[in-house]
Protein backbone atom coordinates (compact mmCIF):
# COMPACT_ATOMS: atom_id res chain seq x y z
CA UNK A 1 0.00 0.00 0.00
CA UNK A 2 1.19 3.72 -0.62
CA UNK A 3 -0.35 5.95 1.45
CA UNK A 4 -2.87 5.37 5.04
CA UNK A 5 -5.38 8.03 6.02
CA UNK A 6 -4.63 7.83 9.45
CA UNK A 7 -6.95 10.42 11.82
CA UNK A 8 -4.78 13.71 10.43
CA UNK A 9 -5.17 12.66 7.33
CA UNK A 10 -1.53 12.37 6.41
CA UNK A 11 0.70 9.30 5.70
CA UNK A 12 0.56 7.35 8.55
CA UNK A 13 4.13 7.64 10.41
CA UNK A 14 3.84 4.27 11.84
CA UNK A 15 6.15 1.63 10.80
CA UNK A 16 4.07 -1.62 9.47
CA UNK A 17 4.83 -5.02 9.46
CA UNK A 18 4.23 -7.00 6.68
CA UNK A 19 2.83 -9.80 8.18
CA UNK A 20 0.43 -7.75 10.12
CA UNK A 21 -2.87 -5.88 8.93
CA UNK A 22 -3.15 -1.96 9.57
CA UNK A 23 -5.97 -1.12 11.46
CA UNK A 24 -8.22 2.35 12.17
CA UNK A 25 -9.44 1.30 15.28
CA UNK A 26 -8.04 4.98 16.86
CA UNK A 27 -8.61 7.22 13.78
CA UNK A 28 -11.53 9.55 14.04
CA UNK A 29 -11.90 9.63 9.87
CA UNK A 30 -14.23 6.93 9.64
CA UNK A 31 -13.51 6.44 5.70
CA UNK A 32 -10.03 5.25 5.99
CA UNK A 33 -8.34 4.55 2.83
CA UNK A 34 -4.97 3.55 1.22
CA UNK A 35 -4.28 3.69 -2.51
CA UNK A 36 -1.67 1.20 -4.64
CA UNK A 37 -0.11 3.02 -7.32
CA UNK A 38 0.83 0.87 -10.21
CA UNK A 39 3.41 1.07 -12.87
CA UNK A 40 2.47 1.73 -16.63
CA UNK A 41 4.59 -1.31 -17.42
CA UNK A 42 1.90 -4.17 -16.17
CA UNK A 43 -1.28 -5.72 -16.98
CA UNK A 44 -3.88 -6.39 -14.67
CA UNK A 45 -5.86 -9.37 -14.86
CA UNK A 46 -7.40 -9.77 -11.14
CA UNK A 47 -7.12 -7.93 -7.88
CA UNK A 48 -7.43 -10.09 -4.59
CA UNK A 49 -8.44 -8.41 -0.81
CA UNK A 50 -7.19 -9.85 2.08
CA UNK A 51 -8.62 -9.13 5.31
CA UNK A 52 -7.44 -10.39 9.34
CA UNK A 53 -9.52 -12.99 10.66
CA UNK A 54 -11.40 -10.53 13.19
CA UNK A 55 -14.95 -10.86 14.01
CA UNK A 56 -16.98 -9.64 11.40
CA UNK A 57 -18.95 -7.55 14.06
CA UNK A 58 -15.90 -5.38 15.05
CA UNK A 59 -15.43 -4.21 11.51
CA UNK A 60 -16.65 -1.14 9.31
CA UNK A 61 -20.13 -2.77 7.90
CA UNK A 62 -18.91 -1.10 4.04
CA UNK A 63 -15.99 -1.01 1.80
CA UNK A 64 -15.09 -0.03 -1.72
CA UNK A 65 -12.88 -0.51 -4.66
CA UNK A 66 -11.75 1.51 -7.42
CA UNK A 67 -9.27 1.08 -10.32
CA UNK A 68 -7.93 3.81 -12.64
CA UNK A 69 -6.99 2.97 -15.70
CA UNK A 70 -4.59 4.47 -17.82
CA UNK A 71 -7.14 6.60 -20.18
CA UNK A 72 -8.35 7.95 -17.03
CA UNK A 73 -11.74 6.00 -16.98
CA UNK A 74 -12.77 4.51 -13.62
CA UNK A 75 -14.40 0.94 -12.17
CA UNK A 76 -15.18 0.66 -8.66
CA UNK A 77 -17.44 -2.18 -6.87
CA UNK A 78 -19.17 -1.42 -2.89
CA UNK A 79 -20.00 -4.23 -1.07
CA UNK A 80 -21.02 -5.15 2.59
CA UNK A 81 -18.30 -6.99 4.15
CA UNK A 82 -19.06 -10.04 5.06
CA UNK A 83 -16.34 -12.38 4.54
CA UNK A 84 -12.03 -12.49 4.62
CA UNK A 85 -11.02 -12.62 1.50
CA UNK A 86 -12.80 -10.58 -2.21
CA UNK A 87 -11.43 -11.00 -5.96
CA UNK A 88 -12.10 -8.98 -8.95
CA UNK A 89 -11.76 -10.27 -12.15
CA UNK A 90 -10.93 -7.54 -14.47
CA UNK A 91 -13.24 -7.96 -17.66
CA UNK A 92 -10.19 -7.71 -20.07
CA UNK A 93 -6.18 -7.22 -19.20
CA UNK A 94 -5.35 -3.63 -19.14
CA UNK A 95 -2.81 -0.87 -17.96
CA UNK A 96 -4.03 0.00 -14.53
CA UNK A 97 -2.41 3.71 -12.63
CA UNK A 98 -3.98 3.10 -8.91
CA UNK A 99 -6.27 0.81 -7.12
CA UNK A 100 -7.96 2.02 -4.34
CA UNK A 101 -9.52 0.31 -1.00
CA UNK A 102 -11.91 2.55 1.12
CA UNK A 103 -14.12 1.52 4.20
CA UNK A 104 -16.82 3.35 5.31
CA UNK A 105 -19.90 3.27 7.96
CA UNK A 106 -23.75 4.16 7.82
CA UNK A 107 -23.94 7.21 9.36
CA UNK A 108 -26.37 5.92 11.94
CA UNK A 109 -23.47 3.53 13.02
CA UNK A 110 -22.06 4.64 16.31
CA UNK A 111 -20.06 2.05 17.45
CA UNK A 112 -16.05 2.25 17.34
CA UNK A 113 -15.84 -0.20 14.42
CA UNK A 114 -12.50 -0.37 12.51
CA UNK A 115 -11.29 -1.62 9.33
CA UNK A 116 -8.91 -4.24 9.04
CA UNK A 117 -6.82 -4.80 5.64
CA UNK A 118 -4.03 -7.32 5.47
CA UNK A 119 -2.72 -7.68 1.48
CA UNK A 120 -4.03 -5.95 -1.75
CA UNK A 121 -2.88 -8.60 -4.09
CA UNK A 122 -2.75 -7.29 -8.21
CA UNK A 123 -2.20 -9.73 -10.22
CA UNK A 124 -1.20 -9.23 -14.22
CA UNK A 125 1.83 -9.62 -16.37
CA UNK A 126 4.29 -7.47 -17.99
CA UNK A 127 3.37 -5.20 -20.77
CA UNK A 128 4.73 -6.44 -24.33
CA UNK A 129 8.73 -6.48 -24.66
CA UNK A 130 9.20 -6.49 -20.52
CA UNK A 131 10.02 -8.90 -18.23
CA UNK A 132 11.22 -9.39 -14.44
CA UNK A 133 9.64 -9.04 -11.42
CA UNK A 134 9.46 -5.16 -11.51
CA UNK A 135 9.31 -5.11 -15.74
CA UNK A 136 12.99 -3.55 -15.61
CA UNK A 137 14.04 -5.82 -18.42
CA UNK A 138 13.26 -5.98 -22.15
CA UNK A 139 12.68 -9.55 -23.90
CA UNK A 140 15.10 -10.23 -26.39
CA UNK A 141 15.23 -9.18 -29.80
CA UNK A 142 15.02 -12.55 -31.23
CA UNK A 143 11.76 -14.27 -29.26
CA UNK A 144 9.12 -13.84 -31.51
CA UNK A 145 7.09 -10.13 -31.49
CA UNK A 146 9.66 -9.89 -28.72
CA UNK A 147 7.36 -11.53 -26.18
CA UNK A 148 8.70 -13.84 -23.35
CA UNK A 149 7.68 -14.61 -19.59
CA UNK A 150 8.71 -13.31 -16.66
CA UNK A 151 12.14 -15.25 -16.31
CA UNK A 152 13.01 -13.76 -19.95
CA UNK A 153 12.55 -17.04 -21.82
CA UNK A 154 10.78 -16.42 -25.01
CA UNK A 155 7.48 -17.51 -25.82
CA UNK A 156 8.44 -18.57 -29.15
CA UNK A 157 11.41 -18.09 -31.45
CA UNK A 158 11.70 -16.09 -34.91
CA UNK A 159 12.53 -17.91 -37.66
CA UNK A 160 16.69 -18.97 -37.51
CA UNK A 161 16.43 -18.89 -33.94
CA UNK A 162 16.79 -21.01 -31.15
CA UNK A 163 17.06 -21.42 -27.00
CA UNK A 164 15.56 -20.36 -24.02
CA UNK A 165 15.93 -16.95 -24.89
CA UNK A 166 16.46 -17.20 -28.71
CA UNK A 167 19.95 -16.75 -28.69
CA UNK A 168 21.42 -19.64 -30.52
CA UNK A 169 21.87 -19.07 -34.19
CA UNK A 170 20.59 -21.66 -36.47
CA UNK A 171 22.92 -22.99 -39.14
CA UNK A 172 20.85 -21.71 -41.73
CA UNK A 173 21.49 -18.04 -40.81
CA UNK A 174 25.39 -18.75 -40.56
CA UNK A 175 25.39 -14.61 -41.52
CA UNK A 176 24.54 -14.14 -38.17
CA UNK A 177 26.30 -12.76 -35.22
CA UNK A 178 24.88 -12.09 -30.74
CA UNK A 179 26.54 -9.15 -29.58
CA UNK A 180 24.70 -8.21 -25.96
CA UNK A 181 24.75 -4.15 -24.75
CA UNK A 182 23.37 -2.06 -21.67
CA UNK A 183 21.29 0.32 -23.31
CA UNK A 184 19.93 2.94 -21.32
CA UNK A 185 16.38 3.54 -21.83
CA UNK A 186 13.70 3.95 -19.17
CA UNK A 187 15.85 1.65 -17.17
CA UNK A 188 19.98 0.44 -17.23
CA UNK A 189 18.91 -3.13 -19.04
CA UNK A 190 20.45 -5.27 -21.29
CA UNK A 191 19.39 -5.19 -25.00
CA UNK A 192 20.25 -8.17 -27.30
CA UNK A 193 21.45 -6.61 -30.73
CA UNK A 194 21.71 -8.66 -33.92
CA UNK A 195 24.64 -7.72 -36.31
CA UNK A 196 24.09 -8.93 -39.89
CA UNK A 197 27.28 -9.91 -42.36
CA UNK A 198 27.63 -11.09 -46.12
CA UNK A 199 26.17 -14.27 -45.98
CA UNK A 200 28.46 -16.93 -46.74
CA UNK A 201 28.21 -19.29 -49.91
CA UNK A 202 26.94 -22.67 -49.24
CA UNK A 203 27.77 -25.03 -51.92
CA UNK A 204 24.52 -26.74 -53.22
CA UNK A 205 25.22 -30.39 -52.49
CA UNK A 206 26.08 -32.36 -55.76
CA UNK A 207 24.82 -35.06 -57.73
CA UNK A 208 27.16 -38.12 -58.35
CA UNK A 209 27.10 -38.83 -62.47
CA UNK A 210 26.70 -42.18 -61.68
CA UNK A 211 23.32 -41.78 -59.93
CA UNK A 212 21.98 -39.85 -63.36
CA UNK A 213 23.52 -42.25 -65.43
CA UNK A 214 21.81 -45.34 -63.32
CA UNK A 215 18.85 -43.05 -63.59
CA UNK A 216 18.76 -42.44 -67.37
CA UNK A 217 19.53 -46.25 -67.93
CA UNK A 218 16.39 -47.29 -65.73
CA UNK A 219 14.23 -44.93 -68.02
CA UNK A 220 15.76 -46.03 -71.30
CA UNK A 221 15.20 -49.21 -70.46
CA UNK A 222 11.46 -48.73 -69.57
CA UNK A 223 10.70 -47.27 -72.82
CA UNK A 224 12.28 -49.64 -74.80
CA UNK A 225 9.97 -52.75 -72.94
CA UNK A 226 7.08 -50.12 -73.55
CA UNK A 227 8.41 -49.86 -77.12
CA UNK A 228 8.84 -53.90 -77.75
CA UNK A 229 5.18 -54.52 -76.06
CA UNK A 230 3.42 -52.39 -77.85
CA UNK A 231 5.26 -53.75 -81.18
CA UNK A 232 4.37 -57.30 -79.84
CA UNK A 233 0.66 -56.40 -79.74
CA UNK A 234 0.80 -54.83 -83.44
CA UNK A 235 2.64 -58.00 -84.79
CA UNK A 236 0.52 -60.50 -82.57
CA UNK A 237 -2.61 -58.76 -84.35
CA UNK A 238 -1.16 -59.12 -87.79
CA UNK A 239 -0.49 -62.70 -87.22
CA UNK A 240 -3.96 -63.76 -86.22
CA UNK A 241 -5.25 -61.58 -89.13
CA UNK A 242 -3.11 -64.20 -91.35
CA UNK A 243 -4.15 -66.89 -89.71
CA UNK A 244 -7.69 -65.85 -89.94
CA UNK A 245 -7.27 -64.92 -93.54
CA UNK A 246 -5.87 -68.09 -94.03
CA UNK A 247 -8.27 -70.30 -92.52
CA UNK A 248 -10.86 -68.59 -94.29
CA UNK A 249 -9.42 -69.24 -97.79
CA UNK A 250 -8.91 -72.52 -96.53
CA UNK A 251 -12.24 -73.55 -95.90
CA UNK A 252 -14.02 -71.82 -98.65
CA UNK A 253 -11.37 -74.16 -101.28
CA UNK A 254 -12.59 -77.35 -99.40
CA UNK A 255 -16.14 -76.59 -99.66
CA UNK A 256 -15.65 -75.38 -103.83
CA UNK A 257 -14.02 -79.36 -103.81
CA UNK A 258 -16.63 -80.89 -101.76
CA UNK A 259 -19.35 -79.48 -104.20
CA UNK A 260 -17.61 -80.23 -107.14
CA UNK A 261 -17.41 -83.76 -106.03
CA UNK A 262 -20.61 -84.23 -105.44
CA UNK A 263 -21.82 -82.96 -108.47
CA UNK A 264 -19.53 -84.88 -110.59
CA UNK A 265 -21.30 -88.10 -108.84
CA UNK A 266 -24.60 -86.53 -109.59
CA UNK A 267 -23.83 -86.91 -113.54
CA UNK A 268 -22.15 -89.84 -112.91
Known sequence: MSSINDRENIISSVTVDPRQCVRTYYSKDRNSSFELLLDARFFVEKISLWNEQDPLSERVD????????????????????????????????????SVRVRSFALKKDRKPRYLTSCDLHVYGDCV????????????????????CYLNGICRKCRPHWAGAQCLDAMNSRSDI?????????????????L?????????????????????FVVLLVFIMTLIYFCFWLLQ????????RKVSQNYFSKSRTVS???????EEG
Request: aromatic share 12%.
Open 236 to 243: DKKHQDYI
Open 195 to 215: QYSEPKKVPMPSRSFGSLWKL
Open 62 to 97: YFEIRWLYRNLTEAFYSMKVTKNEYEFLLPERAVLS
Open 259 to 265: VDSKVSA
Open 128 to 147: AENYGIDCEKRCSLSCMERD
Open 177 to 193: TVEEKSVNLDTNDTLTT
